[in-house]
């Protein structure tokens, strides 16, 4: 059987007859714990973004995943005075 966090903390807090220091660092996880937890629940959030960003840019048919079409460069020319020394 698994304990609550916020219920383990609860009871440690309210024991008297546990040192302060015991109780200070049941609350102290507690924190970390909770932190960790709100860290995870984010980055899922932020994966369900970028997935439904990548379907909206797929589209309903697939699209082309996304990929921008790249222009030709153009040819440089040897003797052009922008690259002339003075």
Do not use: W
């Not at 302060?20 to 909770?34: G, K, P, Q």
Request: aromatic share 4%.
């Amino acid at each position: 059987m698994e304990i609550d966090p916020l219920d383990f903390l609860k009871a440690v807090m309210i024991n008297a007859e546990l040192p302060l220091m015991v109780r200070m660092r049941a609350a102290i996880e507690m924190r970390i714990h909770r932190f960790e937890q709100m860290k995870l629940i984010e980055n899922n959030k932020r994966k369900a973004e970028v997935a439904n960003r990548s379907a909206e840019i797929k589209g309903p048919n697939g699209g082309n995943g996304g990929q921008v079409e790249m222009k030709r460069p153009l040819p440089r020319i040897a003797f052009d005075k922008r690259f002339r020394r003075m």
